[in-house]
C-alpha cells in the first residue's frame, strides 16, 4: 500500500523557516521523482519544487528560487523542503507527490503525479 504522509507544517513569522519531512513508501522510491505542490484559499494547486531519482536535478517555482531548497534521502525514503525567508504569500497546504517514473527532468505538472499525500498547513504571518 502506497503512503506518502508530509509533516513539520506550522505557523511561523515572516522571514521565519520551516522544514517540510515527506516519508514515503509502498513503492520503488529510488525511482520516483518527488515533489511539493501547495494550494492557497481559493487558488489553483501550484507546483513548488522538484526533485530527480538521486537529488542531482531540481526545479523550483520562481516565486521559492532562492528561499526554499528541496532535498532527499534514499537511505530513509524521505523529501524535505527547507524554506527560510518565508512570506505570508507562502500560505497554503503543502503537498508532497511522487511519480513513480522518476527518469528525466523533474516535472513541474501535477498531472505526472502518481500519488499523494493528505497535505500539511503552512501558515506565515506578517
Known amino acids: 500500500q502506497v503512503q506518502v504522509v508530509e509533516s513539520g507544517g506550522g505557523l511561523v513569522q515572516a522571514g521565519g523557516s520551516l522544514r517540510l519531512s515527506c516519508a514515503a513508501s509502498?513503492?520503488?522510491?529510488?525511482?520516483?521523482?518527488m515533489g511539493w505542490f501547495r494550494q492557497a484559499p481559493g487558488k489553483e494547486r501550484e507546483f513548488v519544487a522538484a526533485?530527480?531519482?538521486?537529488?542531482?536535478?531540481?526545479n523550483y517555482a520562481d516565486s521559492v528560487k532562492g528561499r526554499f531548497t528541496i532535498s532527499r534521502d534514499n537511505a530513509k525514503n524521505m523529501v524535505y523542503l527547507q524554506m527560510n525567508s518565508l512570506k505570508p504569500e507562502d500560505t497554503a497546504v503543502y503537498y508532497c507527490?511522487?511519480?513513480?517514473w522518476g527518469y528525466g527532468s523533474p516535472s513541474v505538472q501535477p498531472d505526472r503525479y502518481d500519488w499523494w499525500g493528505q497535505g500539511t498547513q503552512v501558515t506565515v504571518s506578517s
Open positions: 509502498g513503492f520503488t522510491f529510488s525511482s520516483a521523482g
Open positions: 507527490a511522487a511519480n513513480r
Open positions: 526533485i530527480g531519482l538521486n537529488g542531482g536535478r531540481t
